[in-house]
């Protein structure tokens, strides 16, 4: 059975830090692209960072570049995210995906939100 599990998600204040799991189970997590998406209320769904299968390259969206990183452990089928420097506008609904050819796992979610 094809799972992605996040956690971590939860409440910070600004300029706090998270740092999101998510863990992989039922397919070879190792040869799949990892992605970090979310989705604000009323907004589309954002790429937030995307990583290669060996972490030899990762990518983010201008919004979080230098505050955000992702990272995968393939021995331990998980990805991360650590958010760093948290902004109001980092709220948002955090999901992971896995991608390779026309597989397309998701993970179910997690909250976060930045807020005093």
């Known amino acids: 059975q094809v799972q992605l599990v996040e956690s971590g998600g939860g409440y910070v204040p600004p300029g706090g830090s998270l740092r999101l799991s998510c863990a992989a189970s039922?397919?070879?997590?190792?040869?799949?692209?990892a992605n970090w998406y979310r989705q604000a209320p009323g907004k589309e769904r954002e790429l937030v960072a995307n990583?290669?299968?060996?972490?030899?390259?990762?990518s983010y969206a201008p919004s979080v570049k230098g505050r955000f990183t992702i990272s995968r452990d393939n021995a331990k089928n998980t990805m991360y995210l650590q958010m760093n420097n948290l902004k109001p506008e980092d709220t948002a609904v955090y999901s992971c995906?896995?991608?390779?050819?026309?597989?397309?796992?998701w993970g179910q979610g997690t909250q976060v939100t930045v807020s005093s």
């Open positions: 995906n896995a991608r390779f050819g026309t597989n397309d796992f």
């Open positions: 039922g397919f070879p997590f190792s040869v799949y692209f």
């Open positions: 990583i290669t299968t060996f972490s030899t390259i990762t």
